[in-house]
């Protein structure tokens, strides 16, 4: 099955400055890596998604970029608000279910 | 509904008892997921249901754990003989088929075993 990294497990970044999540996998099979973002006690929301076709994806102040071939993949947040202060899980699709990395804690310091 | 929802939010138990948990996920959508989700942890598969069958159970730890769905709608997970162990969240998610579709969840059942 799925095997799924997850680096750094913490990450406090100022305000303004940018966050980055590195993920990896070991089936190359795998052709869906999604992003979620869970608060406090909340459930974990769907914030972006990429397909294997595509390197890169933009959505406003978060993107995600793939590599197929190191099977990694990472999360960038730019100009990050205390609102960005969550638990952030990667994950890949593996036979349609998707296996989850063990997460992200980033605190954005005011 | 708006969205996934769970019941009963919280479940304490004493150890030994018998728990069930219950899905309602997004009207429409064909496929069912249960996953567990230990403290600081991401979200481990339990099972998948594609209509009313389970089309994949493997992430079910044991014979103690059984998931029914039998209308192709509302989905209850039952635990057996609870253990101190079986302690987490346990979120359910629905899409709309199957495949690589993108989930939603519900905001999980906190069960604590005692």
């Known amino acids: 099955g799925e095997n799924v990294e997850q680096h750094p497990s913490t990450l406090s970044v100022q305000e303004g400055d940018s966050a980055v999540i590195k993920c990896t996998y070991s089936d190359s099979a795998s052709n869906y890596f999604p992003w979620y973002k869970q608060e406090l006690g909340k459930r974990p929301q769907l914030i972006i998604d990429?397909?294997?076709?595509?390197g890169e994806k933009k959505d406003q102040r978060i993107a995600v970029t793939l590599n197929k071939t190191a099977k990694h993949f990472s999360l960038h947040i730019t100009e990050t608000q205390p609102e960005d202060s969550a638990v952030y899980f990667c994950?890949?699709?593996?036979?349609?279910?998707?296996?989850f990395g063990a997460g992200t804690t980033v605190t954005v310091r005011a | 509904g708006a969205g996934v929802s769970q019941t009963p939010s919280n479940k304490v138990t004493e150890k030994g008892k018998y728990v069930e948990l219950r899905c309602d996920p997004i009207s429409g959508h064909t496929a069912l997921y249960w996953y567990r989700q230990s403290l600081g942890q991401g979200p481990e598969f339990l099972i998948y249901?594609?209509?009313?069958?389970?089309?994949?159970d493997s992430g079910l730890p044991n014979d103690r754990f059984f998931a029914v769905r039998p209308e192709g709608s509302v989905s209850t997970l039952k635990i057996q003989r609870t253990e101190r162990g079986d302690s987490a969240v346990y979120l359910c998610?629905?899409?709309?088929?199957?495949?690589?579709?993108?989930?939603?969840f519900g905001s999980g059942t906190q069960l604590s075993v005692l």
């Open positions: 990429i397909r294997s076709n595509v």
């Open positions: 249901f594609q209509g009313t069958g389970a089309a994949d």
């Open positions: 998610a629905s899409s709309p088929g199957g495949g690589f579709e993108k989930l939603f």
């Open positions: 994950a890949a699709i593996d036979d349609y279910k998707l296996s």
